[in-house]
């Protein structure tokens, strides 16, 4: 079973940035790819960003497209999302996501971190 345990969160400012990390353990075989998603109060879970393992292709919400960037150690045991320009429309409990039968069909999850960004 494959575990993922995100970090980073935090309380900042609007225009601020942070870098959150997602570190998976269990894995017996490569991910078709990992992504993150974000849950705002009152929303549902959202897209955020993506990469595909044996690529290293990326893609990005339109929302945060130019401002977060996805980014992954070698080995592959780690998923990083380096968020620039932040604004308080991005405020949201992030996680992190491991896929590994289908594109796009996400099969493990994190416990998530809490993104605030004040004005």
């Known amino acids: 079973q494959v575990q993922l345990v995100e970090s980073g969160g935090g309380l900042v400012q609007a225009g601020d940035s942070l870098r959150l990390s997602c570190t998976a353990s269990g894995r017996t075989l490569n991910s078709i790819g990992m992504g993150w998603f974000r849950r705002a109060p009152g929303k549902e879970r959202e897209f955020v960003a993506g990469?595909?393992?044996?690529?290293?292709?990326?893609h990005y919400a339109d929302a945060v497209q130019g401002r977060f960037t996805v980014s992954t150690d070698n080995p592959e045991d780690s998923l990083f999302l380096q968020m620039n320009s932040l604004k308080v429309e991005d405020t949201a409990t992030y996680y992190c996501a491991d896929s590994y039968y289908r594109p796009f069909e996400y099969d493990y999850w994190g416990q998530g971190t809490q993104v605030t960004v004040s004005s």
């Open positions: 990469m595909r393992s044996s690529t290293g292709a990326t």
